[in-house]
């Protein structure tokens, strides 16, 4: 049960009723929505905002958390049309950018894949091993993804009714999990060299295996930069940015293991090809655990859930207060589920027709799937959903 104040009557309704028509009479700043709230009042100026950082470390952490909270108040008294297509516009203006940096990942992945297993195979060194077994599953993550992402576009809603957005989600696990196996296997062939070495000898310095992975730290370190800006406007991006950033830290780490295994002690090349992939699994477990809370059904953001309370509250001066709000992840988008609460005397039709206007309005909001809006006519019953509250009544 999320508790919400009782609304009080909304002011301006004939306002928000041009801004909901698309009014395109200028509206000062002040009025673009109702704030019976008074929330404007709590928004700090640069002016303030610049006092708090020159206070010091407790001013800087002041500065932050003042900082979002302008942000929540903006988003807040922003007009719900106007979030869609504020996110409409960004992910027009970034369908390009995230297509070039998809297609640009694969074809330097492959050529960076064919690089680094040279570089491996004429070194035998095991650290580059590893970076080559990471290349090589780059192109296999590159090519899952893009098909993931145009299978969930094109499922059949019949199959499948709540959509395909899932899918992307579900690979990411699968293909993280085929990675740690991977790297898995190295560590224990790393340590096998570790114990049955028995020669005191340096590994061959190898240039041009070397110079090969350099050459691929580079080229990675430029698709880091390129999708750093981009990793927040698309979930294929973000994976791709992930595996950037590994794979500096990968390549960089193998070039100096590798080096070191030739130049100072045998045992520096096993121990990097330890060190590298037990990095890497680590990374995917933190991956695979952030994509299982989504598939499981995480609670959305504590500020995303008070931009539904407040929209829904405002919507409608028939609402009398909001009973229960939840949203959660199903896959990378959220479900919503509103209850608010009607007069009784209320007509049906036009107690479905508000609902209905809501959840429409829910449903084109950013990073929302799907959303269920339920009237009542009093707010003191149980909460509904019958199993969650028996398994609530359950003994710790």
């Given at each position: 049960?999320?508790?919400?104040p009782t609304?009080?009557?909304?002011?301006?309704?004939?306002?928000?009723?041009?801004?909901?028509?698309?009014?395109?009479?200028p509206?000062?700043?002040?009025?673009?929505?109702?704030?019976p709230?008074?929330?404007?009042?709590?928004?700090?100026?640069?002016a303030?905002?610049?006092g708090?950082?020159?206070?010091?470390r407790p001013?800087?952490?002041?500065h932050?958390?003042h900082?979002?909270?302008?942000?929540?108040?903006?988003?807040?008294?922003?007009?719900?049309?106007?979030h869609?297509?504020?996110?409409?516009?960004?992910?027009?203006?970034?369908?390009?950018?995230?297509k070039?940096a998809?297609?640009?990942?694969?074809?330097?992945?492959?050529?960076?894949?064919v690089?680094q297993?040279?570089?491996?195979?004429?070194?035998?060194?095991?650290?580059l091993?590893t970076?080559g077994i990471?290349?090589v599953?780059?192109i296999?993550?590159?090519?899952l993804?893009?098909?993931?992402?145009?299978?969930a576009?094109s499922?059949d809603?019949?199959t499948?009714?709540v959509g395909g957005?899932?899918?992307?989600t579900?690979?990411n696990?699968?293909y993280?999990?085929?990675m740690?196996?991977?790297?898995?296997?190295?560590v224990?062939?790393s340590v096998?060299?570790?114990?049955?070495?028995?020669?005191?000898d340096l590994?061959?310095?190898?240039?041009p295996?070397?110079?090969?992975v350099?050459?691929?730290?580079?080229?990675?370190?430029?698709?880091?930069?390129y999708?750093f800006?981009?990793?927040?406007?698309?979930?294929?991006?973000?994976?791709l940015?992930?595996?950037?950033?590994?794979?500096l830290y990968?390549?960089?780490?193998g070039?100096?293991?590798?080096?070191?295994?030739?130049?100072?002690?045998?045992?520096l090349d096993?121990t990097g090809?330890?060190?590298?992939?037990m990095?890497?699994?680590?990374?995917?477990?933190?991956t695979?655990?952030?994509?299982?809370?989504?598939?499981?059904g995480?609670s959305?953001?504590?500020?995303?859930?008070?931009?539904?309370?407040?929209?829904a509250?405002?919507f409608?001066?028939d609402?009398e207060?909001?009973?229960?709000v939840?949203?959660?992840?199903s896959?990378p988008e959220?479900?919503v589920?509103?209850?608010?609460?009607?007069?009784?005397?209320?007509?049906?039709?036009?107690?479905?027709?508000?609902?209905?206007?809501?959840q429409?309005?829910?449903?084109?909001?950013p990073?929302?799937?799907?959303?269920f809006?339920h009237?009542?006519h009093?707010?003191t019953?149980r909460?509904?959903?019958?199993?969650?509250t028996?398994?609530?009544?359950?003994?710790?």
């Open positions: 049960m999320t508790p919400t609304a009080s009557p909304r002011t301006s309704p004939t306002l928000m009723d041009d801004l909901e028509n698309g009014s395109s009479q509206i000062p700043r002040d009025h673009l929505e109702p704030d709230f008074h929330l404007r009042d709590g928004i700090k100026t640069d303030d905002l610049a708090l950082r020159a206070r010091g001013g800087k952490r002041l932050r958390f900082k979002g909270q302008n942000e929540l108040i903006e988003a807040l008294l922003k007009p719900m049309d106007k869609t297509s504020d996110a409409e516009e960004d992910k027009q203006a970034a369908r390009l950018p995230v070039i998809v297609w640009a990942s694969m074809i330097a992945n492959f050529a960076l894949c690089i297993l040279y570089a491996a195979v004429s070194s035998g060194s095991l650290s091993l970076t990471d290349s599953f780059d296999f993550s590159n090519v993804l893009f098909w993931l992402h145009r299978k576009r499922l809603v019949n499948f009714p957005s899932r899918l992307e579900i690979g696990i699968v993280g999990s085929l740690s196996a991977v790297n898995l296997i190295v224990v062939e096998r060299v570790v114990i049955t070495h028995k020669s005191e590994n061959e310095f190898h240039i295996s070397i110079a090969a350099g050459a691929a730290l580079g080229v990675k370190f430029l698709l880091f930069l999708c800006p981009l990793r927040k406007k698309s979930s294929q991006v973000e994976v940015w992930e595996d950037h950033r590994n794979d990968i390549n960089g780490f070039i100096l293991m590798s080096a070191g295994g030739s130049k100072l002690r045998w045992w096993p090809a330890i060190i590298i992939a990095g890497v699994i680590i990374a995917w477990a933190r695979i655990y952030k994509q299982f809370g989504l598939l499981a995480r959305a953001s504590h500020e995303f859930l008070q931009l539904v309370i407040y929209k509250l405002m409608s001066k609402f207060s909001i009973d229960t939840r949203a959660y992840h896959g959220y479900f589920e509103v209850d608010v609460v009607m007069s009784r005397d209320t007509p049906l039709w036009k107690a479905h027709d508000l609902s209905q206007q809501l429409d309005k829910l449903e084109v909001l990073n929302v799937g799907r959303a809006v009237v009542d009093e707010s019953h909460p509904e959903h019958q199993k969650v028996e398994k609530e009544k359950l003994p710790l």
